[in-house]
């Protein structure tokens, strides 16, 4: 077995060194009805690396990879050019194979990192301070939602209509379990909420997000002050990290913790996970954060050097009474994101965004072009809602068929609601030629 | 010399002329260990690392939110960020480059074939909002690792959900919670943990709502049965225990622990944290577990990265399969479907965006089918052959905890070091000079200044044996007196003890810009 070092003789050595009799024997305190006599059954022996790489390239294949194909999907998850430099130097061994930092004499690397990607995210997102990143964009919600429970002593947390459902399910979930409240507002493809009427003394915060789920873009400073003025935080989510580096930042308009999903930058799709969540405040909540935080401090001899710090929040110390039970964040993904942002830089990073947007403007114009299909934004940055002449779900079907994946139909999200609306994301990964074959692949499919 | 809003140096003095105090060189440097300033001190304006085509000319249709005048990140052109990113790299240790015997936390080798397989553009490249009909292969695969994950505990049900160990804890007490609450059982308001437990167990169970109750060990490091009995009753909802234990010791009474936790309404949930030391040889439901979640990240080998992303599938006994997350693959009578709304069965909720941590579930299959039910039934024997031999290397001049034999990991605690002056942190960093990632210190809490070590079996025998020799000879050194060679470690790593108590007093999170020189003079 190629990982396994040990030969039969240094086995045979070991065990006399050891005084037992087998390697069995060390497993005695095991009760003996629970011990397989021999290795399990049901499962095949051992495959050297040609025939593993065979069976797994079998199922990859049966997949349809987005790049292969015109593709226009986000909802969450956004098809970007991750640049050549991120992933190798992602895969070098010593950030790869390397452990949370809990020895900092050795670990100055990943800790100047998670330093670097904390002062890119509180930049991005115009906040103060950003912690080391959590599971994902849907997680940094909840626990942005809980930790706005601890801050004001409230029960009560309101989700607009324009949250991403899944977002929206995770922090209903926690909210039933840990005790709090989340009253989720109606989905609002065109927007129209009342956020601030439902705002009161039992309210902690109010989450937005910012493009919504459909794609809308808002100008929250007025939220965000009324919100503070009854008690209560302003949280703004953002699903598209991109989208930071074009618009308003949510710091900029007075939010008070900015949970997002920070894949767009160096992460590839993955189906899904894993990925990077951010999670920025203003400083005077920094105590009351979760999850993991590199500081700067001196060493013995006077220099500059990292360490985790305020480990007094963490379950390790704190237990039963810690803030959060996270444990881990999202090392390697936090370490692409950085790259990637580091390889844009502020130039890149506008050019980027830009050109996001400036391809949705076209898009968006080709497909008000199709008859039958109507665009349901005034403002977007790279994703918008159709309204389509005929159930979203089954024209994506016909779109798959000529292999084109044209966006994510809105009752995919919502079961059974807004069968006719259908979400569709325009990246600097699409050409016009792909644009092109959308609006025409559409109209057939339409006409 | 650029300062930053702590007053420290934030770049190395460019064309300084004089020699370095600490290092004795110009530059700070030290042969390969080379210093590098933060990526936002390397800023030239208009600077970038990538190119991007020209932008199509459209008016832009942002509604009523203004552009942002800037964001202020750096610029810095590829090679600059290549390297910035290598000599970063360099100043980290890694199983790539040396023992990590770091107990608990399961530091093997992470076999690259597992990362070539995740980056096939078929599982990398797919988008999780993708019709069904064009992701087949990828639910095929999560329904392979499911499969894998059920007969390697012998559990009825899995959630592939969980974004990592302590997501998994949720994810199973959530479970739990739900199964009283269909039982219309509102009375149960505890959970037992004993105190050797990992932090987040506790955590977890405060966090779902619960009171803990801890419960004590018995003199030779296991779960004191009669005390856990006198705890049990209506108001007990479960008990969250760790097996093989934070000690490193099988819990022996195991099966009598589920009887009465079972005989007293409740629910057995372990940490699977230290599945590895008996994957492939002992299936958790023989024990009796209802609930257990697996680190793909430590028993499947994902790689930790610097601090994630882990994986935290959670298997499940018959009595609480109903109680799963969504979203789960089933088999439909077109292939593969995806069940993605909780309002679709009993499912409890949704733990997280998406499927799951896709990426790591092909690193994790990729690793099953490389060992096979034999490659695993080596690999626990091995890692437990590994611990008991360092065991036994170091029990004349260290002092072990408990009697063995252990599993996985052997634990040791500071009775050989007192009188000394030296402390258990103080071998670690002197283990750090020897060229050695220390094991884990002052865990678990059961026993005085612990130091728990975690061989793994991808170490050789004489890669142990290097370590046992180092560490003989350092307690050696520790009991002939000579506590400054301890207090002074590490000497010979890219930075000495960091001052941690100063980083938590006035906390520094982010890098500001440097206040000019004329503005610092006019203050």
């Known amino acids: ?447 | 010399m650029s300062m930053n809003n702590q007053g420290r140096p934030s770049a190395i003095p460019a064309g300084a002329a004089s020699f370095d105090g600490v290092t004795g060189t110009v530059t700070g440097n030290r042969g390969l260990q080379i210093e590098e300033p933060l990526i936002f001190e390397q800023d030239s304006a208009g600077r970038t690392g990538v190119d991007l085509p020209e932008l199509p000319k459209v008016a832009s249709r942002l509604g009523a939110v203004k552009p942002r005048a800037k964001v202020g990140l750096p610029g810095l052109a590829e090679p600059q960020v290549v390297r910035h990113y290598t000599r970063l790299s360099q100043k980290n240790y890694a199983i790539d480059s040396g023992f990590y015997p770091l107990g608990s936390c399961t530091m093997k080798h992470n076999p690259r074939l597992n990362e070539k397989m995740a980056r096939l553009p078929g599982f990398s490249d797919v988008h999780p909002m993708q019709p069904v009909s064009t992701v087949q292969g990828a639910l095929e695969l999560m329904d392979q690792l499911a499969y894998w994950l059920k007969t390697l505990t012998g559990m009825a049900a899995v959630t592939l959900a969980p974004a990592a160990g302590a997501h998994g804890e949720m994810c199973g007490i959530m479970a739990i919670r739900s199964a009283h609450e269909a039982k219309g059982d509102s009375g149960r308001t505890k959970i037992l943990v004993p105190e050797s437990a990992h932090g987040t167990n506790p955590a977890t169970a405060a966090a779902c709502g619960y009171s803990v109750d801890a419960i004590p060990a018995t003199a030779d490091g296991r779960v004191d049965l009669e005390a856990l009995k006198a705890k049990l009753g209506p108001d007990v909802a479960g008990l969250m225990l760790t097996n093989p234990n934070t000690c490193g010791l099988f819990e022996r009474d195991i099966i009598e622990i589920a009887e009465a936790v079972h005989a007293a309404g409740g629910y057995f949930y372990c940490d699977g944290a230290n599945f590895n030391a008996i994957v492939g040889r002992v299936r958790p439901a023989d024990l009796g577990i209802d609930v257990m979640h697996i680190n793909l990240h430590k028993t499947f080998s994902t790689p930790h990265g610097g601090g994630g992303p882990g994986s935290g599938p959670v298997v499940f006994a018959e009595s609480l399969a109903p109680y799963i997350p969504v979203p789960y693959v089933t088999h439909g009578k077109d292939g593969f479907a995806l069940v993605e709304n909780a309002g679709e069965g009993p499912a409890f909720g949704r733990m997280k965006a998406f499927h799951g941590q896709m990426g790591m579930f092909v690193r994790a299959l990729s690793y099953m089918l490389s060992h096979g039910a034999d490659g695993l039934w080596q690999a626990s024997g091995d890692a437990v052959l590994n611990a008991n031999y360092v065991m036994a290397r170091l029990e004349d001049v260290m002092t072990a905890s408990f009697d063995g034999p252990c599993m996985h990991e052997c634990l040791f605690d500071d009775r050989f070091l007192k009188g000394t002056g030296v402390t258990t942190l103080d071998m670690a960093k002197a283990l750090i000079d020897e060229g050695f990632h220390p094991m884990t210190m002052y865990f678990p809490l059961v026993v005085h200044g612990a130091l728990l070590i975690e061989p793994t079996e991808t170490e050789s025998k004489a890669s142990l044996d290097q370590f046992v020799d180092a560490l003989r000879a350092l307690a050696e050194r520790a009991k002939s007196g000579d506590v400054a060679y301890f207090q002074a470690a590490p000497r010979l790593t890219p930075r000495r003890r960091l001052d941690e108590t100063a980083a938590a007093r006035k906390p520094v999170l982010r890098w500001t810009p440097p206040v000019p020189a004329e503005a610092l003079a006019a203050e």
């Open chain 1, 1 to 447: 077995m190629r990982y396994l070092p040990l030969t039969e003789a240094d086995r045979q050595s070991m065990l006399e060194a050891i005084r037992a009799t087998s390697v069995e024997d060390l497993f005695r305190d095991v009760p003996k009805a629970a011990c397989l006599a021999g290795p399990i059954g049901g499962l095949p022996n051992h495959m050297g690396e040609l025939e593993v790489e065979r069976l797994l390239g079998s199922m990859a294949a049966k997949n349809v990879p987005a790049g292969s194909v015109p593709s226009f999907l986000g909802a969450g998850a956004y098809r970007h050019h991750v640049p050549a430099t991120v992933d190798h130097l992602v895969q070098r061994g010593e950030f790869l194979t390397a452990y949370t930092p809990y020895q900092p004499e050795v670990s100055q690397g990943t800790l100047q990192v998670l330093f670097e990607f904390q002062t890119q995210v509180a930049l991005l997102t115009g906040m103060d301070v950003a912690n080391a990143s959590m599971y994902d964009g849907a997680t940094s919600c909840a626990e942005a939602v809980m930790m706005a429970s601890r801050v004001t002593r409230r029960k009560k947390a309101i989700l607009s209509g324009g949250l991403h459902p899944h977002y929206r399910d995770v922090t209903t979930t926690d909210a039933r379990f840990i005790g709090f409240e989340a009253v989720a507002l109606p989905a609002a493809p065109t927007g129209g909420e009342d956020l601030l009427a439902l705002v009161d003394d039992k309210t902690s915060c109010v989450v937005v997000q910012n493009p919504d789920v459909f794609g809308h873009v808002r100008d929250y400073t007025d939220l965000a002050a009324a919100c503070q003025a009854k008690g209560a935080l302003l949280i703004v989510v953002v699903t598209e990290a991109l989208s930071l580096g074009l618009l308003t930042p949510p710091g900029d308009m007075g939010a008070d913790i900015v949970a997002a999903e920070g894949q767009s930058f160096g992460n590839a799709l993955n189906f899904g996970g894993p990925y990077v969540g951010l999670f920025a405040v203003k400083d005077k909540y920094v105590r009351q954060m979760p999850g993991r935080l590199c500081g700067e401090t001196v060493d013995a001899d006077g220099r500059r050097g990292f360490v985790l710090t305020l480990s007094t929040r963490e379950q390790h110390i704190r237990r039963e009474k810690a803030t959060s039970n996270i444990c881990t964040n999202s090392g390697l993904c936090a370490l692409a994101f950085s790259i990637h942002v580091s390889l844009l830089g502020e130039a890149g990073i506008t050019q980027l965004a830009q050109l996001n947007h400036a391809k949705a403007v076209q898009m968006a114009d080709k497909l008000a072009a199709v008859p039958g299909v109507e665009v349901l934004n005034d403002g977007f940055f790279n994703e918008f809602t159709v309204k389509l002449p005929k159930p979203a779900a089954a024209v994506v079907e016909e779109l798959a068929k000529r292999r084109i994946l044209g966006g994510v139909p809105v009752s995919r999200l919502y079961p059974g609601e807004m069968e006719d609306l259908l979400l569709v994301a325009v990246t600097e990964t699409n050409t016009d030629a792909d644009m092109d074959a959308f609006a025409a692949a559409l109209s057939e499919v339409l006409a």
